[in-house]
């Protein structure tokens, strides 16, 4: 039976199932392929729902890739000149259409878009955002900047000489200067991070929580439990969880991001794609378990990670599965 305590359980089951779909659609499937989904569903109820989502996942991103394919075919006729904003509206039109097979599919994938295909609707209601590969550098007042990362939301939610942001989903470095009465204050998940002169980054995905304290001083707050970061540590925290205890971190991985540098140490391969995900258009998806846990070490530059998948080709052998839009299955 599925742990109900496994907070990535849902994930790792909607990765399993989604290897045995490969398997169908991808090869050629033998009986022993069938019995073994069959079997496999029948485990757990659980089991049953990751199918069921794998499965809208499998069509969502089928349907995405034929738009965009069709797209590209009609981008081929158009003039030269038009090629920018073609290409503008060709990444529109890939999320409006994962988007309207995602409504299809039912009303949780509006909420939590599988894999990311598309943003949810409460990172589309953030004050600033930004899209995949981007980065933006705000400032929120004389004393306080901000530089958000790929796929980064966050909503403003000062009140007088109060100043405060919401962390909705992403990764932000935040520059305080102490220069007001009030500490600045970042909203993510259920905690809240709080500085008067520090540099600190939050990310937040899934749910999960880090924030690195680089300079200065950082308080850390989570169901009444605090914790203060000096410079060069780094917490964890979670609804699941809870708030952890402060680790030295790396700076130099810390911060790689701003220099345009995606820093690996000792991380599997399936840690590796969710963070090259991020920045790399389309979705890149491990339909093999052994695949997903093999170790990377390596640093890639953000704007190249076009060659990733032929990288990880070569290292480790993948079998590679590509659909129009940037699609990839690894077996």
């Keep these: 039976m599925t742990d109900p305590t496994d907070e990535f359980a849902p994930d790792r089951l909607l990765r399993e199932a989604l290897e045995h779909i490969v398997r169908l659609k991808a090869g050629e499937p033998t009986r022993a392929d069938l019995d073994a989904l069959q079997h496999w569903r029948n485990q757990d109820p659980a089991h049953e729902e990751a199918f069921r989502r794998a499965v809208r996942v499998w069509r969502s991103a089928g349907r995405a890739a034929q738009e965009l394919a069709e797209e ?9 000149n038009l090629a920018q904003p073609v290409s503008t509206r060709r990444a529109a039109l890939g999320g409006l259409a994962a988007a309207a097979a995602a409504a299809a599919a039912g009303y ?3 909420l939590r878009p599988p894999l990311g295909l598309w943003p949810s609707l409460e990172e589309l209601s953030a004050d600033y955002r930004t899209g ?16 958000l990362n790929t796929l980064t939301s966050i909503a403003v939610r000062s009140r007088r000489d109060k100043p405060q942001i919401e962390l909705i ?40 929580v880090s924030v690195s304290c680089l300079l200065g001083t950082a308080q850390v707050e989570l169901n009444g439990r605090n914790v203060r970061l000096s410079e060069n540590q780094q917490v964890s925290y979670s609804a699941q969880r809870g708030l952890g205890e402060p680790v030295l ?44 846990r093999r170790v990377v070490n390596g640093t890639f530059h953000i704007n190249q990670l076009q060659s990733f998948v032929a990288q990880v080709h070569q290292l480790f052998g993948a079998r590679v599965v590509s659909l129009p839009g940037g699609i990839v299955l690894l077996g």
Excluded: H, M
């Design 169 to 208: 989903s992403g990764e932000v470095s935040v520059t305080a200067k102490g220069a007001g009465d009030a500490p600045f204050v970042v909203v993510a998940a259920a905690g809240r991070t709080t500085a008067s002169q520090a540099n600190f980054d939050v990310r937040c995905i899934g749910g999960i």
């Design 249 to 292: 971190l790396d700076p130099v991985q810390a911060t790689a991001w701003q220099d345009g540098l995606l820093v690996v140490r000792d991380r599997t391969l399936a840690e590796v794609v969710a963070e090259v995900n991020r920045y790399r258009p389309g979705v890149i998806i491990i339909a093999n378990g052994e695949l997903a």
């Design 108 to 110: 949780y994938v509006v």
């Design 132 to 147: 995949k590969g981007e980065q933006r550098d705000v400032v929120l007042a004389s004393n306080i900047s901000l530089k």
């Design 72 to 80: 590209e075919s009609n981008a081929a006729r158009r003039s030269a």
